[in-house]
């Protein structure tokens, strides 16, 4: 496999920095520990500037490439995330979480080391034109630190052109790569519908409005929304996954709730899913005698590849690992990511890396796999050497 030559030699360092990053799992926004290893290592690199602080443990770090100084050259976003997740560890390695209750069970102690290890080569070869913005991102699995990130100006602060990132994947082939030059990730939104009804005895049930039957009533409605108001091709997901009401046999309770999640990859879907949830919300109430009230909560918008981003950036993995390993067409995956938000504000592209066999993500028993990361930081800095100013889309 073709990878950098300069950055296998980095492979031990590269473990080393992942195995060390796995025992101090941060969650959210709190990632100061993390942060502070990585800048640490970033000032070994040499790197030109370093930027803490934003969205609380985030940073972004600088490489000037040739003619940065007159502004020659465009400056390439990559993104790394760096939180872990609230999962007890059952791996039962030597280097496992040292923090109860947290675990890097996603893989994002790879991804920093990928980047950090594409950052290493990059300073230290400066064989590229233009800048290279190193993103560290905290609160990708929940707050939506990306979109912090954007908000604090990440983008017009650093002048960047464009963004890239990758994802391990376990289960696809070790050191493959895939994408697509559209719709990557679906848009994560969370529904609550909370039922007010008469609760009484179990046996008098004409004396109640019953808010369990309601709930029913509602959750069968809604599974006619991907089946009759969808056209052909169109991709959703509606999953019911909590319904909580009652307490014990004999007595009607007062209330119910429900909750679940909506996937979808259009706004247009996504819209129309908002207007039935409301109609059949409002409508089955009314036919069970109960009032009830629609929360819709939106989530991560879906992840959207630009296509001429996502055909470079599919060129330079071939480059990297060979056109054989290579998948440009890959179907989207209902799965959220918070890129997404970089991805609204600037052209780019998300792509997975296949880690080969493992436990999957957000599993207890789930570690990244320290080979196939100089595969991955080969790829992020041929992205940087590779890539030319490419003209923004319209803002």
């Known amino acids: 496999m073709p990878i950098v030559n300069r950055i296998a030699d980095y492979a031990q360092d590269m473990t080393t920095w992942r195995q060390h990053l796995h025992t101090i799992p941060e969650l959210g926004f709190e990632c100061p520990e993390t942060a502070a290893f990585v800048a640490a290592r970033l000032r070994e690199f040499g790197v030109d500037e370093i930027h803490p602080g934003i969205a609380r443990t985030g940073m972004v770090a600088i490489i000037n490439g040739q003619g940065a100084s007159q502004g020659n050259g465009p400056t390439i976003g990559l993104r790394a995330d760096m939180d872990a997740l609230p999962i007890t560890e059952a791996t039962g ?5 040292q923090n109860p209750g947290k675990m890097h069970a996603c893989g994002h102690d790879g991804h ?3 980047l950090l290890g594409a950052a290493r080569y990059l300073a230290e070869t400066r064989n590229f034109r233009g800048r290279v913005a190193l993103i560290f991102q905290p609160a990708e699995e929940a707050g939506g630190g990306g979109e912090v990130m954007v908000q604090e100006g990440i983008m017009d602060r650093f002048d960047i052109d464009q963004v890239f990132a990758i994802h391990n994947a376990p289960g696809f082939e070790f050191g493959t790569f895939h994408c697509n030059s559209g719709a990557m990730m679906a848009a994560a939104d969370t529904m609550h519908i909370r039922i007010q009804g008469k609760g009484g005895h179990g046996a008098r049930p004409s004396d109640c409005a019953d808010p369990v039957v309601a709930a029913c009533g509602i959750v069968q409605a809604i599974q006619t929304i991907s089946s009759r108001n969808l056209e052909s091709g169109e991709q959703l997901v509606i999953s019911v996954t909590q319904i909580h009401t009652g307490t014990v046999d004999n007595v009607i309770p007062d209330t119910a709730y429900i909750n679940g999640t909506v996937r979808t990859f259009d706004k247009t879907v996504q819209q129309m899913v908002v207007k039935r949830l409301h109609e059949i919300v409002a409508g089955q109430a009314a036919s069970y005698g109960v009032t009830a009230e629609l929360e819709f909560e939106y989530g991560y918008p879906p992840t959207i590849n630009d296509a001429t981003r996502a055909e470079f950036a599919a060129e330079v993995a071939r480059e990297v690992v060979g056109a054989p390993l290579v998948d440009d067409n890959i179907s989207p995956v209902m799965g959220a990511e918070d890129f997404a938000y ?3 504000a600037r052209p780019g592209a ?5 880690q080969g066999e493992g436990a999957g993500l957000h599993h207890p028993e ?19 050497e590779r890539a030319q100013p490419m003209n923004r889309v319209a803002e």
């Open 93 to 97: 390695l030597e280097y496992a979480s």
């Open 112 to 114: 920093t080391t990928m």
């Open 342 to 344: 970089l991805l609204e």
């Open 350 to 354: 998300y792509l997975f890396l296949g």
């Open 366 to 384: 789930y570690n990244f796999n320290d080979e196939v990361a100089p595969v991955g930081a080969s790829f992020l800095a041929r992205l940087v």
